[in-house]
């Protein structure tokens, strides 16, 4: 399905394919060659904006989303995974995202880089060229550290100074009732959703 809102319409090359059942909406630009397949979800929020490159696969229930403060980039000839998550992310060519993986606002993951299967970059994270995060372990910092997941305290350490609520929704962490601030900002942000057309 391909939707339009707030004055935004998806681009699709005319050598891209979209599955019918997946779901591109919004200011989003397909290149050449891409193919998003079934079940995917492709959403620029109000104000952001999603670029996939040429011969890019976004295989089955995959999420790539962007937000105002987030845009997402993807390069050519890249892979994301069924259901896999990609926020806000800069994603550069000749990046394979496995099957589970998440990569979240503010990540940079240079060229040729793998992300497999369950693996997780975080937020404001840079892969250098050619990194491998192994399966079910977790990105975190710049430069990033890879740890598994067993090595919570550690992961902890380098991702609270990175500020998940604060540099995603622009709320501090230390606020009383900060999921209500949270929850409160983002509906009224996604509101604008009621004004899609097909």
Partial sequence: MILSY???SPAIDADAWVAPDATVC???????GSRVMHGA???AEAGGSIRIGRNCIVLENAVIRATARHPCT???HCIVGPNSHVVGAEV????FIATGAAVFHGAHIERGSEVRINGTVHLRTRLERGTVVPIGWIA???PARILPPDQHEAIWSRQKPLDFPGFVYG????????????TGSLSAALGVHRTESV
């Avoid at 919004?26 to 050449?32: L, M, N, R, T």
């Avoid at 550069?92 to 990046?95: N, R, S």
């Avoid at 501090?172 to 601030?181: A, F, T, Y």
């Fill in 140 to 142: 975190v910092g710049d």
């Fill in 41 to 43: 979800r492709l959403v």
């Fill in 26 to 32: 919004g200011d989003v630009v397909i290149g050449a």
């Fill in 92 to 95: 550069a060519d000749e990046v």
């Fill in 6 to 8: 707030a004055g935004h």
């Fill in 74 to 76: 993807i390069g050519n």
């Fill in 171 to 182: 709320v501090d962490r230390s606020l009383p009732d900060v999921m209500q601030k949270i």
